[in-house]
């Protein structure tokens, strides 16, 4: 019988807002308070709120001049009445049970906030794929003693795979712990970091969490959305991220614990930011790096694999000019867009080259494309891999 309010920021989602709210109303938990949060919309989304607010009780609509993510978040906790408090973007949609199996789990396992997962959805047909927590589900213990949850708020750099994900929408929290950290928030937090802030800064006040593995949230990909979109105003955004980030951090016991894990995570964001001032990829920081001390200078390379990593490495290699590249094989290769030259495996034939790369993160699979070359007679001491490394490694180390 707990009362669970859920708060929908808004602006300008007029084409998908029917989808998100109805969702919700079409809840098994049927105790919400649902909290529309128009942010200033110019697109018809208000007119939509007041009709819902018309037709169902359980619905309440803020109105107010548009002040950002965060002013808008604080707005609807503010006003919410509930036990707990979830979030829905207004452009995303969710499971028809996943309040109820927030709750059940908030229930049964005693805990401050629970996570789940979410579907990404593509409309422009690239695939889908399942975003949330990389640690391993159960109820996880927060102090200074048990501070495993702690120490991996933040993805860190690439070979550190598990994290808390940053993202509020899939998470059910005690209302109490995330109205405390909104209202202590500077409203200037919008943009990159937003949600990062929320969900750090409730974990930090927080005594315990319940990770699941359950996949309840529908998030929806728009090339015209904040994360696709340029952004000249950034590297400012990060900044004020980071700030919040580190007073929450300075007010806390954990403090000397994760200050590298904050600084590595905005240096991350900060390149983020940098890339995404630019439309095309000539100028944009290469995300994964090659190191190697086993290939001689001017030697003859291809790349295997076409990806991000073969991708990164094909620019940043062309940087540095140490090797001479012939070009990229990918099984794949006739349909991709040609970023450098790419060809299938069976070209390889045609190139006298001295080594090849296998551009892969995953190692077993790297093995595997490995052992395949090898069946096509080329020579194990020619074939490289290596963990790709962030930019702070490649230049630390």
Known sequence: NDLISVIVPIYNVKPYLTECVDSILNQTCKNLEIILVDDGSTDGSSEVCDDYAEKEKRIKVIH???SGLTVTRRAGVNLAQGKYIGFVDGDDWIEENMYQTLHDYMQKENVDIVTSKCYREYPWGTGDGVLGDT???GNYQINEKEDYIITHLFPGLYEKAEYINGSLCFKLFKVEIIKSVLNEMDKRVHGFMDDTVCVVGAIIKSKSIMISSDVLYHHRERKDSFTYARNPLGLLQVNYGYLALKKI???SVYKEKIRGDLEEFVSKSTIAALNNLFEGDEYKIPQYFFRSKTIP???KVLIYGAGKVGQSYWKQLK????YHLLGIIDKNASEIENLGVIFTPDQMIDFKFDFIIIAIQDMRLAMEIKQQLIQKDIAPQKIIW??????FEYFHL
């Open 64 to 66: 107010q001049e548009n």
């Open 135 to 137: 640690i391993p589900t």
């Open 249 to 251: 951090l300075e007010s």
């Open 297 to 299: 200078i001017s030697s």
């Open 319 to 322: 940087i540095e000019d140490k």
């Open 386 to 391: 290596e963990l790709p490394c962030s930019i």
